[in-house]
């Protein structure tokens, strides 16, 4: 693509605010381009691997960014701008009005209640692990990134359940989740939420690379009734 580098670099950067994982930003930003392309020539344009330009496209559809033409070879185009603009701006509406639904219900006075941001896919993993340590009751987690999570803390999972801890995974359908988990499926994840307990919780970019984390009563709820609407 012969765009502006800084260009495409803000793009990408704002699309992933919207969600999108670095691959889907970088093959919607291609199909904008093209208007209308095979996963192949995203493929080569947005420079991800071919192995993953299907998977990447067909989750651009289900996103609403992208429709797929009739006919073979299979060919991709963007949604509708105003439809995209429509969708994110209605989505923000909501997020806005229950952020401000939140506010409302937090105490006016008295110590701030933090978010603690932090950086690096290995302190996030460790957060996570240190609130499967910590929990007692139960620990929600919501996530696209099941076999990651699965991997690198397969040890503090089964110490949880041993320790009598309900855990239950929130993931996208064929992804295998620990035994001895409870476990339900949804279309669509890109971001990880988890809660321990209802009193801490955590919010995690696609990449896992950052997360926002509270151990505000208030602020994990409403996270914890976030997680409770899709299941």
């Known amino acids: 693509m012969d765009a ?8 990408h950067g704002m699309l ?15 199909l904008v381009y093209y208007g209308v392309a095979s996963a192949d020539t995203i493929a080569d344009a947005a420079k991800i691997p071919r192995t993953s330009a299907y ?10 960014f992208a429709k797929e033409t009739q006919g073979r070879p299979r060919m991709f185009k963007p949604e ?12 923000f509406q909501t997020l806005f009005r229950d952020l401000k639904e939140l ?11 933090l978010v603690y941001t932090i950086y690096g896919s290995q302190k996030v993993m460790e957060k996570i692990e240190e609130m499967l340590n910590l929990t ?5 987690i919501c996530t696209p990134k099941v076999r990651e999570i699965r991997t690198a803390l397969k ?36 971001v990880t939420d988890v809660v321990s307990d209802q009193t801490r919780a955590m919010l995690a970019g696609p990449e896992m690379d950052a997360c926002g984390y509270t151990d505000n ?15």
Do not use: H
């Open 4 to 11: 502006n580098p800084e260009q495409l670099e803000r793009i």
């Open 16 to 30: 992933k605010l919207l969600g999108l994982s670095s691959y889907e930003a970088q093959g919607f930003a291609a």
């Open 55 to 64: 998977k990447v496209m067909e989750s651009l559809v289900q996103k609403g």
């Open 80 to 91: 509708d701008m105003n439809q995209i603009r429509n969708d994110m701006e209605e989505k």
């Open 103 to 113: 506010q409302d219900l937090l105490p006016s006075k008295g110590e701030p209640q």
């Open 136 to 140: 007692e009751n139960d620990i929600y």
């Open 155 to 190: 040890k503090s999972i089964d110490n949880a359940i041993k320790r009598g801890v309900k855990v239950v995974f929130v993931t996208p359908p064929n992804k295998r989740v620990p035994p001895n988990t409870e476990v339900y499926r949804k279309e669509g994840l890109t």
């Open 217 to 231: 009563p208030a602020l994990a709820m409403q996270v914890f009734l976030f997680i409770s609407t899709m299941i």
